[in-house]
């Protein structure tokens, strides 16, 4: 049985609210005058409360409410719209995107690829079989054609078409002629400045279509030559190389070296 | 088929058997509005828009700010027809819609108000911070202001409630539900609404010791 004292008639009172109390609840209100206090004011506050009235909703209230769901159906039916679209337009949707952004995955590596070519690549050059003399009508050579082509240098670029036997002479002990790249796989370029001119001897068939002492060249390649007679008879030849790249020596495939080259080859 | 499972069929099948035999009833009104018919929604409307108007009122104390929220209120019922189930009363439905619509304003304002004089006078339980309202212990001239001054009084201790005291007060002694159905509103149990009620009014007696 639950014992009646003034903490469980407070909670009954405070539970209570408008409705009524147990009759052992009243029968303790009569003989106590602090829970009758809290009695009292508990049902003052439940008048106020309950007495409080309503808050009507305002005239316009339906017509707000119908702009509302005008816009609410409005939003519904554009949903609708894209939704309605069938599968094989979605998919199709889907699937040219993906093929765009591949088309510019491979678009993009190849442009990187492009950049990352080697700064000093010279195209590679099929050597023609040239049985004439090279053609000098572009090379600006102030000595005789004769004197040119009895000249004992050739200097000539390193390019990857074209690769002398004795490239390992390059390089010099001590100098460090690797320009290095910045990045491995970017370009990378070598600094034949600083490294003497290697001797070039024809590769064999060079030599047998063209078995001259003077190294074939394409014409577009032949540096800029000057002939200066100093008026004592002994003519000197310049050569000047087009890049700076270095120069290369060019010998006949025999052990002697071209006749031109004791006169002095800059 | 085991008796819990005969008592909700049975439950269903009362509830399909209303909607059916009343058409006026919440439920056959809300089936007409899911096919269209928005004469059945204008009459639901017409019949909750001023209690969810009043209890979202009662809640925030804003006006303004209740009638958008009882407005958002059926703007949900509407767009949630299809999804609605007849397994509650439609009014327990609703007022649960309403019921957290104001709860998140009252957190979303609680967040907007970053700094408060009324912080200095917090509740004992530390839950929300009381308005600073000491009763004035003058009589007023008239008796109309008076009962004025003690509906507003009574009105801002309301709002000084914690939200979990504040609603199932509110629900129980101002709109008249049952516990039952506001234990279905705020989906708790009896006994938890009941303590809340109690606690509640607890606090309102302190609050408006003035006026008692």
Same mark, same amino acid.
Request: overall charge positive; proline content about 6%; charged content about 25%.
């Given at each position: 049985m639950k014992r009646i004292n003034c903490g469980n008639i407070r909670r009954e009172i405070e539970s209570a609210g408008s409705a009524r109390l147990s009759r052992d609840a009243i029968s303790h209100l009569r003989d106590c005058a602090g829970c009758a206090e809290i009695s009292r004011q508990q049902s003052n506050l439940h008048s106020l409360v309950s007495g409080l009235g309503t808050v009507e909703a305002p005239a316009d209230f339906d017509f707000r409410l119908r702009a509302r769901l005008v816009e609410v159906d409005q939003k519904r039916a554009r949903s609708r719209s894209f939704t309605s679209f069938s599968l094989g337009f979605r998919s199709a949707a889907v699937a040219a995107m993906l093929l765009l952004t591949v088309a510019a995955v491979v678009l993009f590596n190849l442009k990187s690829r492009v950049d990352n070519s080697p700064v000093a690549v010279q195209p590679?050059? =099929?050597?023609?079989?040239?049985? %004439? %003399?090279?053609?000098? $009508?572009t090379t600006p050579t102030l000595a005789p054609v004769q004197a040119v082509a009895e000249a004992p240098v050739i200097t000539q670029q390193a390019g990857p078409a074209y690769k002398p036997s004795v490239v390992p002479q390059l390089k010099r002990r001590g100098v460090n002629s690797e320009v290095a790249s910045? $990045? =491995?796989n970017r370009s990378a370029s070598r600094d034949f400045s600083s490294t003497s001119a290697g001797v070039v001897r024809p590769f064999d068939q060079v030599a047998g279509s063209f078995p001259t002492e003077a190294f074939p060249i394409n014409a577009s390649y032949q540096p800029l030559k000057v002939s200066v007679d100093n008026g004592s008879g002994s003519p000197r030849t310049i050569s000047l190389p087009s890049v700076s790249f270095g120069s290369q020596r060019a010998l006949s495939q025999s052990a002697t070296p071209l006749v031109a080259s004791a006169r002095g080859t800059w | 088929m085991d008796t819990l499972s005969t008592i909700e069929l049975n439950f269903s099948a009362a509830v399909r058997r209303e909607v059916v035999s009343d058409p006026t009833s919440d439920h056959a009104l809300l089936e007409a509005t899911r096919i269209g018919d928005h004469d059945a929604f204008a009459q639901l409307v017409g019949r909750y828009r001023n209690p969810i108007t009043n209890y979202i009122y009662r809640m925030t104390n804003d006006y303004d700010g209740a009638v958008d929220l009882a407005q958002e209120t059926f703007v949900r019922v509407y767009r949630a027809a299809d999804r609605y189930q007849t397994t509650y009363a439609f009014s327990t439905y609703i007022y649960r819609i309403a019921t957290n619509l104001a709860i998140s304003e009252l957190r979303k304002r609680k967040r907007r108000k970053l700094v408060s004089l009324t912080g200095f006078f917090q509740t004992t339980d530390g839950a929300e911070p009381q308005e600073f309202n000491p009763p004035d212990k003058k009589p007023l001239p008239d008796t109309e202001l008076v009962d004025t001054e003690r509906r507003n009084a009574v009105q801002r201790a309301i709002a000084t409630l914690p939200e979990k005291y504040r609603a199932p007060l509110i629900l129980r002694d101002?709109?008249?539900?049952?516990y039952e159905d506001i234990s279905r509103i705020l989906e708790t149990s009896e006994g938890t609404v009941k303590s809340r009620i109690s606690r509640a009014r607890g606090f309102l007696r302190e609050k408006m010791t003035a006026y008692l």
């Amino acid at each position: 049985m639950k014992r009646i004292n003034c903490g469980n008639i407070r909670r009954e009172i405070e539970s209570a609210g408008s409705a009524r109390l147990s009759r052992d609840a009243i029968s303790h209100l009569r003989d106590c005058a602090g829970c009758a206090e809290i009695s009292r004011q508990q049902s003052n506050l439940h008048s106020l409360v309950s007495g409080l009235g309503t808050v009507e909703a305002p005239a316009d209230f339906d017509f707000r409410l119908r702009a509302r769901l005008v816009e609410v159906d409005q939003k519904r039916a554009r949903s609708r719209s894209f939704t309605s679209f069938s599968l094989g337009f979605r998919s199709a949707a889907v699937a040219a995107m993906l093929l765009l952004t591949v088309a510019a995955v491979v678009l993009f590596n190849l442009k990187s690829r492009v950049d990352n070519s080697p700064v000093a690549v010279q195209p590679a050059v =099929s050597q023609p079989a040239m049985p %004439a %003399a090279p053609d000098t $009508r572009t090379t600006p050579t102030l000595a005789p054609v004769q004197a040119v082509a009895e000249a004992p240098v050739i200097t000539q670029q390193a390019g990857p078409a074209y690769k002398p036997s004795v490239v390992p002479q390059l390089k010099r002990r001590g100098v460090n002629s690797e320009v290095a790249s910045t $990045r =491995s796989n970017r370009s990378a370029s070598r600094d034949f400045s600083s490294t003497s001119a290697g001797v070039v001897r024809p590769f064999d068939q060079v030599a047998g279509s063209f078995p001259t002492e003077a190294f074939p060249i394409n014409a577009s390649y032949q540096p800029l030559k000057v002939s200066v007679d100093n008026g004592s008879g002994s003519p000197r030849t310049i050569s000047l190389p087009s890049v700076s790249f270095g120069s290369q020596r060019a010998l006949s495939q025999s052990a002697t070296p071209l006749v031109a080259s004791a006169r002095g080859t800059w | 088929m085991d008796t819990l499972s005969t008592i909700e069929l049975n439950f269903s099948a009362a509830v399909r058997r209303e909607v059916v035999s009343d058409p006026t009833s919440d439920h056959a009104l809300l089936e007409a509005t899911r096919i269209g018919d928005h004469d059945a929604f204008a009459q639901l409307v017409g019949r909750y828009r001023n209690p969810i108007t009043n209890y979202i009122y009662r809640m925030t104390n804003d006006y303004d700010g209740a009638v958008d929220l009882a407005q958002e209120t059926f703007v949900r019922v509407y767009r949630a027809a299809d999804r609605y189930q007849t397994t509650y009363a439609f009014s327990t439905y609703i007022y649960r819609i309403a019921t957290n619509l104001a709860i998140s304003e009252l957190r979303k304002r609680k967040r907007r108000k970053l700094v408060s004089l009324t912080g200095f006078f917090q509740t004992t339980d530390g839950a929300e911070p009381q308005e600073f309202n000491p009763p004035d212990k003058k009589p007023l001239p008239d008796t109309e202001l008076v009962d004025t001054e003690r509906r507003n009084a009574v009105q801002r201790a309301i709002a000084t409630l914690p939200e979990k005291y504040r609603a199932p007060l509110i629900l129980r002694d101002v709109e008249g539900k049952s516990y039952e159905d506001i234990s279905r509103i705020l989906e708790t149990s009896e006994g938890t609404v009941k303590s809340r009620i109690s606690r509640a009014r607890g606090f309102l007696r302190e609050k408006m010791t003035a006026y008692l």
